[in-house]
């Protein structure tokens, strides 16, 4: 089945560690994005990449960092820099150009600081 | 900057009622679409519907079903027959189509439906 499939689910970190949050598509897309989800928020948008080995900073890439090796991966790592990071997240890719301009989401990982 | 807002925080509606959920948008570009996803408790975003916004029919997906008006920057989604299943979380989003290589998406903050048996 063609999805995006992000791992962990719940994820749990000390203080001062990185982590880093999988996200992985077998949908032959080319744009991929980051997004936080807080209580009572939308979503906002960390990282976004619109091809392999570039990527561009969203509102609130501060304490995050990402990379893009490759066309179905777009890891994000959230860095002791990031004072809250307790939130979900959520993976999404989206087809780039012609009739593709729907994301399609990944089910999200629940991070949470101890 | 291109805004979304949704002013409704929770909807409620009986079973097999109807109800309309809002979402206006502010922007300058004339080209551009616009979604609903829908956020049930699993916290999987699902696409409900999408306009596009030269296209003046609106969009229909079954029981979903859009109020697009381009001129007062208003769309919101109309939920007939309203079911158990559909009670979630409903994002409102917009995506220029102006810009070559500007993919973001800009989300509302959402509106809870709850439906009541």
């Known amino acids: 089945d063609g999805g995006i499939t992000q791992s962990p689910k719940y994820l749990f970190r000390k203080e001062g560690q990185n982590v880093t949050l999988s996200c992985e598509q077998n949908l032959n897309h080319d744009a991929m994005y980051w997004y936080r989800q807080d209580p009572g928020q939308g979503l906002r948008l960390i990282y976004y990449?619109?091809?392999?080995?570039?990527?561009q900073k969203g509102d609130i890439a501060e304490g995050y960092s990402v990379s893009r090796e490759k066309k179905e991966s777009f890891p994000l790592t959230v860095t002791s820099a990031q004072k809250n990071p307790t939130a979900f997240y959520l993976c999404?890719?989206?087809?780039?150009?012609?009739?593709?301009?729907?994301?399609?989401f990944g089910p999200g990982t629940r991070l949470t600081v101890l | 900057a291109q805004t979304v807002t949704q002013s409704q925080p929770e909807m409620s509606v009986q079973e097999a009622e109807t109800v309309t959920l809002s979402c206006t948008y502010d922007t300058s570009e004339s080209d551009y679409y616009l979604f609903w996803y829908k956020q049930p408790p699993s916290r999987q975003m699902i696409l409900v519907i999408r306009q596009e916004a030269y296209k003046q029919q609106n969009a229909t997906e079954n029981r979903f079903s859009v109020n697009f008006q381009k001129a007062a920057k208003s769309f919101s989604l109309k939920i007939s027959d309203s079911q158990l299943g559909d009670a979630a979380m409903y994002f409102c989003?917009?995506?220029?189509?102006?810009?070559?290589?500007?993919?973001?998406?800009?989300f509302g903050t959402g509106t809870r439906l709850k439906v009541l048996a």
């Open positions: 999404a890719s989206m087809e780039w150009g012609g009739a593709g301009d729907t994301q399609y």
């Open positions: 990449s619109q091809i392999v080995n570039d990527f």
């Open positions: 989003a917009y995506r220029s189509a102006e810009s070559w290589g500007t993919y973001k998406y800009i």
